[in-house]
């Protein structure tokens, strides 16, 4: 299957909005399947279609350990946001190798298409809410870079077109820092 390229930080493309998919068929559940092979690939545990070029509200999950519950959201729309907020260390396959902690609603119910176009809700937690969150940022052109201060995320965007530059940054699998990142 083909691995497609994932976009870095700060190409603008970036920061386009996503459109609703208008019927879940084997165009878009191809698509999805093409998004899951390369999230797998870079070692990422979340993958929106943004970041892949593709301006369609598609986003793929697996946080699980295992590597093997695989969670699509086609469409999806937040319902309920927590007011208790929970601060993690995020990471970004379009913003490779760097991490800041970024602060979000700890819990969430959402709503969303599946891979067969059937309307689910569930509600969610810990990285798995954090990770939904951070992709449908994706979807509104949004990155966690966007959470922290302007300083840092300056200082990011010179270190990532550097990197560019000197032909070092082609993927994450050659940032030094490999950890999760959606
Ligand atoms: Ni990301």
Do not use: W
Not at 52 to 61: A, C, F, G, L, S
Not at 135 to 159: A, C
Request: with cysteine; glycine share 4%.
């Amino acid at each position: 299957m083909k691995k497609l390229k994932v976009l870095h930080f700060p190409d603008p493309r970036l920061r386009k909005k996503a459109k609703p998919v208008e019927g879940v068929n084997e165009e878009i559940r191809s698509i999805v399947d093409q998004m899951f092979h390369t999230m797998y690939e870079e070692k990422g545990i979340g993958l929106a279609a943004t970041q892949v070029n593709i301006h369609k509200r598609i986003i793929v999950i697996d946080v699980s350990e295992k590597k093997d519950e695989k969670v699509c959201l086609i469409n999806p729309e937040i319902l309920f946001l927590s007011d208790e907020a929970e601060t993690m260390e995020e990471g970004c396959l379009s913003v490779p190798g760097f991490y800041e902690s970024v602060s979000r609603p700890s819990k969430i119910k959402v709503s969303t298409l599946d891979y067969n176009g059937n309307k689910i809700e569930f509600e969610a937690s810990g990285l798995l809410a954090t990770c939904i969150q951070h992709e449908i940022d994706h979807l509104n052109g949004k990155l966690f870079v966007d959470h922290i201060s302007s300083l840092k995320r300056n200082r990011i965007e010179k270190k990532i077109i550097k990197l560019k530059k000197e032909g070092v940054l082609t993927s994450r699998k050659n940032t030094p820092d490999y950890k999760s990142a959606v």
